[in-house]
C-alpha cells in the first residue's frame, strides 16, 4: 500500500536546492515537475520581494541551461528551469524509487516534501538512499494514502476544516450535544445554513478520500 511522507532537509544538500537558493527571505514553491527525456523541468512560484536576486542566483548557476518567466499574478511570478535532473541526486532518488513529488517549499535553509511513495518499504530505501548519500533527511509525518490530488487534509479545504474542527472541541458531536449550528454561526460569523453545508461537504470529503479510498486500495490488492 502507498504511504505520503513528509521530509525536510537542508537548502544546501541538493542540487536543485543550491539552484534555487534564497537570500535573507523569501519562499520558493515547487509547482511541479514535468518529466521530459532525460531532464525534469520543474515550475516553481516566488514572491517579487526577492525576485531580482533570484533571478540573478539561477541564472548564473553552472547546472542551469535557462530559466523561463511563464505568468506573473499579484505579487508572485511563476517559472520554468532547465537542467538536468540527474545531476541532483535528491531528486534522482525520488525518480529512480518511484515517488511521486506531491509538493515542495524551499525556504533560506530549508525545503519540506510532501512526496508518496508506492509503499513502506520504499520509503525505507529512500530514507536509506539518503544517508548512503550523506543527505540529511528529517522524516516528520507518515500517513496513508489517499485519493491522488488530495494532499495532507485529505482534500478538505480550510473552511471546511475550521468548522468540523470548532465542531468537534465545541461538543456538537457529544450526547448530549453541547452545541447547535447557531452556536457555530455566531463562533464563524457565518450562517446557520453555511455551518450545515461546510460540515457535510467536511464529512463527506473526509470519508470519500480515507476509508472508502483505502478500502478501494484494498479491493484492489486482492483482486
Known sequence: MAVIAHLRIPADSFELGRILELEASGTVELENMVPLGEKAVPFFSVSDEVRESFE???ENHPSVERIIEVTRHD????????WNVRRDVFLQGIVDLRGQLLSATGTVKTWEFEIRFPTHETLSEFQEYCSNAHIQLE???IYNPVRPGTGIWYGVT???RETLMRAVQGGY???PRQMSTQDLADVLDISDQ???E????AIETLTTNTLIAMEEELDEEFE
Open 56 to 58: 540573478q542566483n539561477v
Open 75 to 82: 505579487a508572485e511570478r511563476l517559472y520554468s528551469l532547465e
Open 139 to 141: 522524516v516528520g509525518r
Open 158 to 160: 480550510q473552511p471546511q
Open 173 to 175: 458531536y457529544s450526547i
Open 194 to 196: 453555511a455551518v450545515t
Open 198 to 201: 461546510r460540515l457535510r461537504r
